[in-house]
């Protein structure tokens, strides 16, 4: 909703991240338009998408599905072979972490290819949507400034019009002052992942936060400059996907520690108390 009425008010703001025809008319779009947003592979909400005129290739949907299904088929044997503890003995623990670490950029890779690429490409070949730039060249990154804008076009272009802009058209920010938008916009993206997960997991751990929203600014601020680019290339993927696989590894631990030891669930505080510790040291 705050995406459409962004998009229709009277006084959009200036500099829009991805431009298409029509898109700043002062008017709400109809009905219609507005379920097509909802399916489309996009957060921006338009009036009008470029749309490709020939026929839905039913092919290609099939491909992408089957491809889609093949990805969760094999991220759910890494995940439940490599990650998940058998128990919550210090060796079985242990050795997790360290498969964690290994696995960490396959996580990040079948992410990428099953979300950003098959699954994203089936629904615009069913919607018919034209623009099918959902990610870039994130793997030739050399800082994570750069890293950020080619990971996930869709998000960053949604953080990029509706926060990154209002905070520097707010402040009037030029120059160096930039850090201060771009600081509330990795703010915002790791508070909204956090909020999915929490919702989905039925705890919230701030674990992503403290990864995405702590580290990750540090990062982003941390031009490897002085390194040679693929120095600097290679540590970012390797950083990531170690930063992947230990953050995948976190929230199965604190979720499996809650079937492992369950608590009777007294009062709110259950969803935000941690019990990785305390089933932790109750088993060793």
Not at 32 to 50: C, E, H, S
Request: net charge positive; glycine share 6%; with cysteine.
């Amino acid at each position: 909703m705050h995406t459409q009425y962004k998009s229709s008010c009277p006084f959009p703001p200036p500099g829009p991240a991805v431009y298409y025809a029509g898109q700043m008319e002062p008017q709400v779009g109809s009905l219609a338009n507005y379920l097509y947003f909802l399916f489309a592979p996009t957060l921006l909400y338009r009036d009008r998408y470029p749309r490709n005129n020939g026929p839905i290739n039913w092919k290609n949907v099939m491909a992408y599905a089957a491809q889609c299904m093949g990805i969760l088929w094999s991220a759910g044997v890494l995940y439940q072979e490599l990650l998940v503890p058998s128990s919550f003995r210090h060796s079985t623990v242990v050795t997790s972490v360290l498969n964690s670490f290994a696995i960490g950029f396959i996580i990040l890779l079948l992410f990428n290819i099953g979300i950003l690429h098959s699954w994203m490409n089936m629904n615009a070949e069913i919607l018919r949507f034209a623009d099918r730039q959902f990610y870039t060249d994130w793997w030739t990154a050399t800082s994570y400034a750069v890293f950020y804008r080619k990971w996930n076009t869709i998000v960053h272009d949604w953080i990029h019009a509706y926060v990154f802009l209002d905070i520097k058209n707010l402040l009037g920010a030029r120059g160096l002052v930039n850090i201060v938008p771009a600081f509330f916009s990795i703010a915002a993206s790791s508070i909204i992942h956090e909020y999915l997960l929490a919702i989905s997991l039925g705890f919230c751990m701030p674990f992503l936060s403290m990864f995405f929203g702590g580290a990750g600014v540090l990062l982003y601020l941390f031009n490897p400059c002085f390194l040679m680019k693929r120095v600097s290339n290679v540590f970012i993927l390797a950083a990531t996907g170690m930063g992947m696989g230990v953050i995948t590894f976190g929230y199965t631990l604190e979720y499996m520690s809650r079937q492992y030891c369950p608590q009777e669930q007294l009062n709110t505080d259950f969803f935000f108390t941690l019990h990785l510790m305390n089933c932790y040291v109750a088993h060793n």
